[in-house]
């Protein structure tokens, strides 16, 4: 296991244009992501958070994971964010990860917004995701699993956990809390990236996208409201020695998680 060098954006996305927001990624790439191994994109990166599910989904295989699959082929990086997939007659919202040479896994959100409706326009996900890159166990979540700790508890068995989301400025508390709460809790490494900007149902993002290390302390935090896009390195030997030093996984309660 490696040090390992991420780039979070966080955008002030255009509300369903796929092809301009694609366009505003690759151009953030161009000038602030060249020296990295792997960039972390927003919920429904390419669309806003829209429970227009049946205009706004793609295929697998469609025209925004091509793009991810050229992105991450072209950079030698990966790549990951979730986009609004339909499948088998079904919608979802759905984290996707890209290696370098293109192949994909992929996460459906386990936890869907009620609050928005999005239970009533997609389906929810079984499946927890742990993906391997570059030596590293990566948890893949997206915005509301980040309030269900039991669903994203580590077994020690992952060392970074990913949250793509679309977070309300008016609950940046909570978001920015709980970031801190899951890193602190699975001794782990987080990364929280947001939005800013306001969508079309006049809900408005302050951003807040943050890296937490496994004490909890903020490796990446910006003022509310700027669009930004950063690189760091995560220390896989501080990681180590921490756990090392304070193994309190060793002491959780044992379970089962059973859908």
């Known amino acids: 296991m490696q040090d390992l060098t991420l780039t979070l954006i966080q955008p002030d996305m255009l509300w369903q244009s796929p092809a301009e927001n694609r366009q505003m990624y690759a151009e953030l790439m161009d000038r602030h992501a060249t020296q990295t191994e792997l ?45 609004a997939i339909t499948e088998n007659g079904e919608f979802y919202n759905r984290m996707i990860w890209t290696y370098p040479d293109g192949r994909q896994i992929h996460y459906d959100k386990r936890h869907l917004f009620r609050m928005a409706g999005e239970h009533e326009r997609y389906q929810s996900g079984s499946e927890r ?11 893949l979540q997206v915005c509301y699993d980040l309030r269900f700790p039991v669903f994203s508890r580590s077994r020690n068995d992952y060392d970074l956990a990913l949250y793509v989301a679309n977070w309300p400025a008016a609950r940046r508390q909570p978001w920015r809390k709980l970031l801190q709460a899951r890193a602190i809790e699975n001794l782990c490494y987080v990364a929280g990236v947001n939005r800013v900007g306001s969508d079309a149902n006049g809900l408005d993002y302050s951003g807040d996208s943050m890296l937490v290390d496994f004490k909890g302390d903020l490796l990446v935090d910006h003022p509310p409201g700027e669009v930004f896009c950063e690189t760091l390195t995560l220390s896989a030997s501080d990681l180590i020695e921490f756990k090392k030093k304070f193994p309190a996984w060793m002491d959780a309660d044992q379970f089962s998680y059973e859908d």
Do not use: H
């Open 129 to 139: 995701v742990v993906v391997e890159y570059n030596g590293w166990k990566i948890l």
């Open 39 to 83: 960039v972390v994109l927003p919920e429904m990166f390419s669309t806003g958070f829209t429970m227009d599910s049946r205009t706004a989904a793609e295929p697998m295989g469609g025209v925004t994971c091509q793009w991810l699959q050229q992105q991450a082929r072209d950079r030698g990086i990966a790549i990951c964010g979730s986009i």
